[in-house]
């Protein structure tokens, strides 16, 4: 009996995906995106500060912070209030990075940007959606940043998405919701550039190991997803 998806996609088929720009009227820049059923808010804040390490550098630092309500989830979890988790804490570190390597820090002045993702709704990729929604949050906030004169030149240098492949059943899958991640033999996120390169490759082989030619074709599967989530970033900002 050959795989099929329990929403009928077609393998190569990323969820559907929606970014709202502009939810708060206080951040810098914020969005909330919705992939298939995971929902992430994120907003951007800008402080005229940096961490102590980096006083009198002349550069900036953009960095993150990642949480999920305690009932985002089929049951509930315990609200991280004192000390974040280890997955908490890969996975902010990860946005994190990803958003810095598409800002030249230099022409940020001695300024911080804060991404605050914050997952409302979890259905699988939830690292994923919250890199590609951070993106339009802190591209707003750069542009608001840059029209009240504070930038001469926007910092951010390229764009960047994150999108979830794997192998369930035998078959490569592109954007994986919950029930085919719990299951995959394979899970990767993969993090890139409007213009193709690589960011960070997470691939794990959560039961049999996987060949060359599977990370090849998984790999394109990405490749294709993420051209259509830069397509979407494009269409909101451009609104």
Known sequence: MSFSRIDSRAFDEIRKTKITPNISPYAEGSALIEVGGTKVICMASVEDRVPPWMRNDGKGWV???????PRATHTRVRRETQRPSGRTMEIQRLIGRSLRAIVD???????QIFVDCDVIQADGGTRCASITGAYVALALACRRMLNDGTFIRSPIISEVAAISVG???GTAVADLKYEEDSTAEVDMNVVCTGSGKFIEIQGTAEQEPFNRSQMDEMLALADKGLKELFEIQ????AG
Do not use: D, F, K, S
Not at 63 to 69: F, I, N, P, R, V
Not at 105 to 111: A, P, Q, V
């Open 63 to 69: 960095t993150a912070e990642y949480g999920m309500l």
């Open 105 to 111: 820090l230099t022409m940020m002045g001695e300024r």
């Open 167 to 169: 192998i369930v059943e």
């Open 234 to 237: 494009r269409n909101v900002l």
